[in-house]
């Protein structure tokens, strides 16, 4: 398995992505944590709640649109 940088610091990501290098945001790994059934919908909704004034209101929908499609 690699490795992959997860941040919420717009600027660090543009420098990952122009590196080439893997990287992810909080609200995106909540929703792939979820839809890989590691985490419940319900309890990455929580963890999303106590990110969303710490992320951008288009990441914060995004993700919650995301969840809304994985299961229970």
């Known amino acids: 398995t690699g490795h992959v940088a997860v941040s919420d610091d717009r600027r660090f990501l543009q420098v990952l992505e122009a590196l080439g290098l893997p990287h992810a945001t909080s609200s995106s790994l909540l929703v792939a944590l979820a839809k890989r059934g590691r985490m419940s919908r319900?309890?990455?909704?929580r963890c999303l709640e106590?990110?969303?004034e710490?992320?951008?209101?288009?990441?914060?929908?995004?993700?919650?649109a995301a969840l809304e499609e994985v299961g229970s």
């Open 42 to 45: 319900k309890e990455a909704s």
């Open 50 to 52: 106590k990110l969303k």
């Open 54 to 64: 710490h992320i951008s209101e288009a990441q914060y929908a995004a993700a919650s």
